[in-house]
C-alpha cells in the first residue's frame, strides 16, 4: 500500500475536508478525493460519508485511523532518518509563531537561514491563534508567556520581560509618572485582553508587589501597532523587551519605570520553542532550533 496515500487518509481525518487538505498540499481537490476513494476501493470498505456540505467519517474509517496514524508517523520518522544520515537540510520546515514576534524576530533571519541552507524550503505561520501542531503538521513553534502542561516539547529559546514605555513627546506633554499609581492618571494603549487591559502589576527591587488599574481610549490586538501608537505619543504602553529595546536604545521610547519590574500576568515569562514529542526530532528542525538559538538568545 502506498504511503502517500495513507498519509493522505490520515490528513484528512485531522483537517475535516478534501479541500483543505487540497490547500495545504497545493492540489486540485479531486486528486484527494481520487486517492481516498481507492484507498476505499482496496479496503472494501467506506471510510468516509460524503453530502454537499459535509464529510464525516465512517465507525470503520475512525477505527482504521486510530491504528494507521501511529504508523505513518513511524513511517515519516523513518524517512526523516534516512535523509538525515546523508547530512543535507532539505524538505520543507513549518513554522508558526506569533504575528508581531514573527515580523520582528524571525522573518529578519529568514535571508540567512535561508542562505545556510538552500535546499530547505520554510512555510511560516504568522498567527495569534494557538495552532495544534499534529493537525496542522507543525514541525516547530514559538510561543510567548508561560506554557500550559502539554504532551509537547518545550525549550526556552530567551526569557522575556515587559517595561512601561513612552515617547519623550508624550512624556513632555503629560508629565512623567513617578510612581507606579500614577499610572492611573494616564492614557494608556490596551491590549484586549482581560488581564493586559484592567491592570498592571509592578514589583520594586526590595521584591514588594503592587497592583496599578489602567485605562485607556485606544484598544489594539496587535503588539506592533501598540509600538507604533507609543512611538506616536498616544499614551502609555505595557510591551515586551523583544518589540522595543531598539526604540529604548534610539530613545524614540522611554522606559517610565526604570527601578520596576512590570507584567500584567508573571513574572517569569519566556519565548519557547515547541515541537511535537517524539523520539527523533528531524535535522531540519534541529539546525532551525540552533539557528533561533544563536541568531535571537543573545
Not at 28 to 34: E, H, L
Not at 131 to 152: F, N, P
Request: proline share 5%; glycine share 6%.
Amino acid at each position: 500500500m502506498d504511503i502517500s496515500v495513507l498519509q493522505t487518509f490520515v490528513e484528512v481525518m485531522r483537517l475535516g475536508s478534501f479541500a483543505a487538505v487540497a490547500r495545504e498540499r497545493n492540489i486540485d481537490p479531486s486528486s484527494v478525493s481520487r486517492a481516498i476513494a481507492g484507498l476505499e476501493e482496496e479496503l472494501g470498505v467506506r471510510l468516509f460519508q460524503r453530502t454537499t456540505r459535509q464529510l464525516s467519517p465512517t465507525e470503520a474509517g475512525i477505527a482504521y485511523f486510530e491504528r494507521v496514524e501511529p504508523l505513518v508517523e513511524e513511517m515519516q520518522q523513518a524517512i526523516n532518518v534516512v535523509a538525515d544520515v546523508s547530512g543535507q537540510v532539505k524538505g520543507k520546515l513549518r513554522v508558526t509563531v506569533s504575528v508581531s514576534f514573527g515580523l520582528q524576530c524571525i522573518v529578519p533571519l529568514l535571508s540567512k537561514f535561508g542562505t545556510i541552507y538552500p535546499d530547505l524550503t520554510v512555510d511560516l505561520l504568522l498567527t495569534d491563534t494557538i495552532v495544534d501542531l499534529l493537525t496542522e503538521r507543525i514541525d516547530v513553534a514559538v510561543r510567548l508567556g508561560l506554557l500550559a502542561d502539554s504532551t509537547l516539547v518545550a525549550q526556552q529559546l530567551m526569557p522575556t520581560c515587559y517595561f512601561v514605555c513612552a515617547s519623550p513627546q508624550y512624556l513632555k506633554r503629560w508629565g512623567q509618572p513617578k510612581k507606579p499609581s500614577d499610572v492611573g492618571q494616564h492614557n494608556c494603549l490596551l491590549f484586549p485582553l482581560a488581564i493586559f487591559s484592567s491592570k498592571w502589576i509592578f514589583r520594586d527591587k526590595n521584591g514588594i508587589k503592587s497592583e496599578t488599574s489602567v485605562r485607556g481610549n485606544t484598544i489594539i490586538s496587535s503588539g506592533l501597532a501598540l509600538q507604533q501608537c507609543a512611538i506616536a505619543g498616544m499614551g502609555l504602553a505595557l510591551l515586551p523587551n523583544w518589540l522595543i529595546h531598539k526604540d529604548l536604545q534610539t530613545g524614540k521610547l522611554v522606559n517610565v519605570f526604570p527601578n520596576y519590574e512590570v507584567t500584567a500576568t508573571d513574572f517569569n515569562t519566556a519565548a519557547w520553542l515547541v515541537y511535537p514529542s517524539r523520539a527523533y526530532v528531524p535535522l531540519k528542525v534541529r539546525v532551525f532550533i540552533d539557528f533561533l538559538k544563536q541568531n535571537i538568545s543573545r
